[in-house]
């Protein structure tokens, strides 16, 4: 991830050996994108680059037919096909390519069902669960990372696709980690759009490098993450315009986008209704709406409710499990608390003074989530600086052809979009808040049935659920927290591909989506010579070539052929055709030969001089290493001798003169964690009589980590163990083993190592 207004980046990459030799490689980036003059080179690069992750452990299967009973015998044929495949991490991904290269998608087919497995032992589990659900006729969903979809009446064929897009509060660290990993040519059509797109997604704080990973580091994390509501306002945007152009790249087209909060901003951005996001990004650097009016000492709020400096704002906003009548009621009795968002019938957001806010959630006698890094919004906090809202919101607006784009605050979507019409509708919901409720509904009555959600934590795909309940519809998020973003983005093409979506897969599966295996050959007509050209020229710094040594030129150097050339005592740069590019001159370096030819002599016999001082070194500690031993060996048999002859002369007081009277006690023996018996059991018996009754699922599992068995069991128990249990976050173990004598591994009684 990069800036592009930075320039290239370049890294050093350094390398010591132990004799003491050192290499450094200076690397730069080249821009393919902006090198329009070979198209087919950027094509070829842009093959090679895909997947750099590899094959996944998942894969997506697709199975068609025009009657339930077609759809069983096709299921029935899968099966067969799957059994040649193994259970190896692999098999799946590679076994979901050729099932969709032999089963090409049919969208005239009236059925689907899609599974998603991660070996070929769940597939088959899936395969018996689907027909029966075929059989009788059951909606399937996946729930979970892996699973069935079926859909016995398929709603895509007649409803309509909208693009739903999250507001703030659903930020995660860890947010589309793996996007970018996976499909990484998105991330990089996004670069050759905009100058600054790594301070657009923020990668340093949703995706945080670090050097420790102690435990705790996640509520580190999260907390610089939300410090500065710049964060979650650049990530999320950003974010959603991630999502939008992975989905759309497998020809998913919208027919509507629904904006929840600062989602409906994401929504114009991603969709191209407002093309610049580097704007926004500017407008925001310049602005103090998001530092010190609408959040840090939140003055705008201070100026309305007339709270004196030296008082906390204190502002917060939590979701709450109660209608609006109700709500409503509540808060007439608290001034400074707010109903900001309908959700559903049966959940609200609220938001104002801290004490207030907890004074109406107990008053309603509710559960309620509290939502972090949300801004004084939705409410007349906002009201002192609307007019800087709205310019802030002010871009330039086009209409894409075909995509109706609804307003939360005018609940419907309005004919055409335009500049005033957009920016009105932003402002309107940071004044007054607004009904996702009612515009979910008027979307589904305008005939949208498919509802993709374009951001993390699937929360509006909940509300979309509840709002619609069995109406027939289908929410899928394309980012959930806690699960393998590739996982989720299978899902969603598989529902998609169920609900009789048109999808085309072969983005996912076909010969394009992977890199071509690179094979190199011989040119026998140019002296089995491979030239490669990628980028620009390499670095070829010049060789010293003043104080040239006297010494002897080494036998390795070929004779070069030396042509008169001017005396010189410089290197001279000058303008050298460059017949590696395409590119018509080059700066590099002219050397004399003779100089060139002397230059290397001079650096070898520099190194041949360095190797023969570290043998030098080596060998004079290895002989004051071994005159040392010598002389602890002549004291300790010296010291036994007296020793001896103290004893047999019955010499007590020399004996204990030879023996020091303050010997330490040895330490008393450890009690182990787990003893030898436990670690069998863990080895070839049961987890949960092991690690307790919480791991008892472990033991149906038909693969789990365990110890070796025998003869490979070189744990003799288990002394300590730290972490947290269950928690999969970091921990140690300490282990003992004891070496008896007869030891299979020992060779000549030692062991080889």
Sequence with gaps: MRNRKDGHRSACVGSITKDGNCTHVLLEGFDYYLDGNHPELLRKVELERKRPLGLNSAGLFVVEADHPEGLIARLDHLFLFIRKYSDDQDQMETAACQWHAENPPDPAKKYAVSLIADNSFNLGKWIKEAKKSVAEGKERKINGPFGIKYNPEPVGESGDIAFVFPGSGNHYVGMGRKIGVTWPEVLRKMDAETLRLKTQLVPDRFVPSRLSWKAGWESEAYQALISDPLNLIFGQVAHGCVISNLTR?????????????????????????????????????????????????????????????????????ATVNQNADTVKRVLRKFRQAYLLIINTPNECVIGGRRPQVEAAIKRLGCDAFFLEGVITVHCDAAVPVKEAYRKLHSFSTFQPPGIRFYSCSFEKAPEQITEKSTSTSVLNQALFGFNFTTTVQQAYRDGTRIFLEMGPHASCSRMIDAILEDLPHVAIPACIKGEDDYLTILKLLGSLRAERVPVELDALYGKQAYAQKMHTRDIQKKGREIILHIGWNPSSPPLPISGIPDIKKPQILKTIPVYPQPKTDAISPVLKKNTLSDHPYSESFCEPAMAEEYSYASVLGQVQENISAIAGA???????????????????????????????????????????????????????????????????????????????VVDSYKARVRLPDEPLMLVDRILSVTGKKASLGSGSLVTEHDVHPGAWYLDGNRVPV
């Excluded at 004079?620 to 001896?644: D, K, N, P």
Aim: aromatic share 10%; net charge negative.
């Design 249 to 317: 790249s497998f020809s998913i087209r919208p027919a509507a986008v629904i904006g929840y909060s600062l989602g409906e901003s994401a929504g114009y951005f991603a969709l191209g209704a407002w093309p610049d996001r580097g704007l926004m990004l500017e407008r925001l650097e310049n602005s103090n709406l998001f530092q010190t009016e609408l959040a840090g000492p939140c003055n705008a709020a201070r100026k309305i409710w007339n709270i004196p400096p030296s008082e906390d704002v204190d502002w917060c906003a």
């Design 618 to 696: 080596h060998e004079t500690f290895l002989t004051f290493s071994s005159q040392l031993s010598m002389a602890f060996a002549e004291a300790v048999e010296f010291q036994t001798t007296l020793l001896e002859k103290a004893i047999s002369d019955n010499d007590t007081e020399a004996v204990h003169t030879l023996i020091p009277r303050n010997v330490p006690k040895p330490p008393l023996p450890v009690k182990p964690a787990y003893s030898r018996e436990m670690c069998m059991e863990f080895a070839v018996g049961s987890v949960a009589r092991v690690l307790g009754p919480e791991f008892a």
